[in-house]
């Protein structure tokens, strides 16, 4: 309304008529105008970038217009303007490696408790820190009184480290 009739009357006047204080109503004018600018380069960026800026690069762009801008102020804008980047869409997505994938026939049938010695031995391999450095341990046990028969340890985990124990 102060807007519309400052042609007519002065702003002092109408805002000690409408009893606000005449720095609202210039804070309330900056403020749009430098929003709406603000905005209308956020929506232009984020569409030149074809949707991928988020805004840490649209603060980098700004600034290299001249404008500073944070980066809390930027998502705020994004969000009432619907913008969503499109690697927030999609962060991480799970793939198997096959990497647990064994071609080798389970022989075994959880059939864990055996009647002789030495006629099922089962390993298994880990890791564990030691002194400040990672360090494969590979562990070989009976499964007839569940003893353990050989192991062997290495820093790296290859064929070798396997091999010794035997």
């Known amino acids: ?28 004018a900056k403020e749009r105008q430098a929003e709406d600018d603000i905005t ?13 800026y988020g805004t840490r690069k649209i603060k980098e762009e700004l600034m290299k217009l001249g404008k500073i ?5 930027i998502g705020r804008i994004m969000t009432e ?15 198997s490696s096959g990497t647990n994938e064994s071609e080798q026939k389970n022989e075994l049938d959880r059939k864990f408790i055996q ?8 390993s298994d391999l880990t890791y564990v820190r030691v ?3 990672w360090q494969y341990i ?10 353990i028969i050989g192991y062997s340890v290495g820093r790296n985990k290859n064929a070798l480290l396997v091999y010794r124990s035997i």
């Open 1 to 28: 309304m102060i807007k519309n009739n400052q042609h007519k009357y002065s702003i002092s006047a109408m805002c000690e008529v409408l009893q606000i204080p005449r720095s609202t109503y210039y804070y309330e």
């Open 40 to 52: 209308s380069d956020i929506r232009e960026l984020f569409h030149s970038s074809y949707q991928n």
């Open 138 to 147: 590979c562990v070989f046990v009976d499964l007839f009184n569940r003893e």
């Open 81 to 95: 303007q619907g913008l969503v980047s499109t690697y927030i869409l999609s962060q991480f997505k799970p793939h």
């Open 69 to 73: 801008v944070s980066r809390r102020w």
């Open 115 to 122: 009647e002789e010695a030495l006629s099922v031995v089962v």
């Open 131 to 133: 002194n400040k450095k």
